[in-house]
């Protein structure tokens, strides 16, 4: 890797960080990678809905969030171009580099913050050094920011590599929301990819450390369900209303019912309820906003459909009416033992690099799988690798930050593969 790619890395990141946007709201993102990849000269860019299958987006915001975000970004210097190709929240962008025949080789990373007040306290390193978020109330708590510089630093050292072949990067909005994995796998620019790398610092393995490929993934759903009643006064005539937070309370104390299931692991969770207007007033209204989780796909529709069940059950206790939605999910898919094997001996040559594992466990969900499914239905590869960093606090939390000597490890790490893999044959000269 060159100097002056080492050298970006680091400030790529803090810049990221200072401006984090939520999911489908990435547009100074956006804009930013744009600029990126043209400075660097890439052959092709596809943004926005050219870079996605619109249909397929999930969990988008309303179209005031968007507005919003949209006009922050064009405060801080995002391109009109840009903002015109992303309008509606069509954020995103794929990046392709064609380099002479060989395969295909995707690499994709993820966009989106988290909405969470980033600590000011010192001893926090982004506050003490001047790039803590700018954006109070959100934040990059889960290393978006170092997947982007890495994503970038690694598309230059790829570009003036001896990489043969076609390179292409998946810069994924909406990964918190699990919203934007399968409107990107569903877009066409998949199709062609022989070997997929997704990528992810941290996650509880230290600077030195990687992971070539995660195993069980958890399936996911992300869900809402509305309870509608009838008011009444709470005093008078509590008799005549139809108690929406009876229902809602009955759903949640149910949905922690749910038998565990032989075939292996489940979660549910209910995080967030909404509704009820005053404490004298029968409530008419009231959603809860939960999530399933299994260790297998077939596990996690279990486990949604076992929810749904008691949200309409506890509706009919109350007589209510409750409308249940899933506004997004993900599947499980495990990494493959091939390419582990490849990165494995990859990595045990790059600098800073002191222990490699061909696999861990990943214990929570991920929507690049939606892109890993993609690529090894058409008869691919695809692996989910970490790279560790040191993080004085844990992932999602106000005072999570990442090492950045861990940058320029994971750059030289994705560098090397890739070229390796452009030594490989081609998905359709293996067949």
């Not at 320029?408 to 452009?422: D, K, M, Q, R």
Request: proline share 4%; hydrophobic share 40%; with cysteine.
């Amino acid at each position: 890797m060159s100097h002056d790619v080492r050298n970006r890395l680091s400030a790529l990141r803090r810049e990221f960080h200072r401006f984090p946007e939520p999911g489908w709201c990435e547009f100074r993102t956006t804009s930013r990678i744009v600029e990126e990849l043209e400075r660097i000269d890439v052959d092709e860019i596809a943004v926005g809905r050219d870079a996605l299958s619109s249909a397929d987006r999930m969990a988008v915001p309303e179209e005031p969030e968007l507005r919003f975000w949209r006009e922050r970004a064009r405060s801080n210097g995002a391109r009109e171009s840009v903002l015109d190709r992303t309008a509606d929240g069509h954020t995103g962008v794929v990046a392709t580099l064609a380099q002479g025949k060989g395969p295909t080789v995707g690499l994709r990373v993820d966009l989106d913050a988290i909405s969470m007040y980033e600590a000011d306290e010192p001893g926090h390193r982004p506050a003490d050094e001047g790039f803590r978020s700018e954006h109070d109330g959100y934040m990059h708590a889960c290393g978006h920011d170092a997947h982007l510089a890495i994503a970038l630093g690694t598309l230059e050292a790829v570009k003036h590599g001896p990489f043969n072949g076609t390179f292409k990067l998946f810069f994924q909005p909406a990964e918190e929301r699990a919203g934007g994995g399968k409107a990107m796998a569903e877009s066409g620019h998949l199709d062609d990819v022989d070997y997929l790398l997704a990528v992810h610092v941290g996650l509880d393995h230290p600077t030195g450390t990687v992971v070539t490929g995660v195993e069980k993934p958890l399936a996911m759903a992300h869900l809402t369900a509305t309870f509608e009643g009838a008011s009444a006064h709470a005093g008078r005539a509590p008799n005549e209303g139809a108690n929406a937070m009876q229902a809602m309370a009955t759903a949640v104390q149910n949905a922690y019912a749910i038998p565990r299931h032989r075939d292996g692991e489940t979660r549910i969770n209910v995080g967030q309820v909404d509704g009820g207007t005053a404490s004298n007033v029968i409530a008419e209204e009231v959603s809860i906003h939960g999530e399933v989780r299994g260790e297998t796909t077939a596990l996690m529709e279990y486990a949604r459909t076992e929810l749904e069940r008691i949200c309409y059950a506890a509706a009919e206790m109350h007589d209510c009416d409750v409308t249940v939605r899933v506004t997004s999910e993900s599947p499980r898919v495990d990494s493959d033992p091939e390419l582990r094997e490849l990165l494995e001996g990859v990595a045990a040559d790059v600098r800073g690099v002191d222990e490699v594992l061909p696999s861990a466990e990943f214990g929570a969900s991920e929507d690049a799988t939606f892109l890993m499914q993609r690529v090894q239905d058409e008869g691919g590869l695809a692996t989910y690798l970490i790279v560790g960093t040191d993080h004085p606090t844990s992932h999602h939390t106000p005072t999570f930050d990442v090492d950045e000597h861990s940058l320029a490890i994971g750059v030289e790490l994705l560098a090397e593969a890739v070229t390796e893999l452009g030594r490989r044959q081609p998905v359709a000269v293996r067949r």
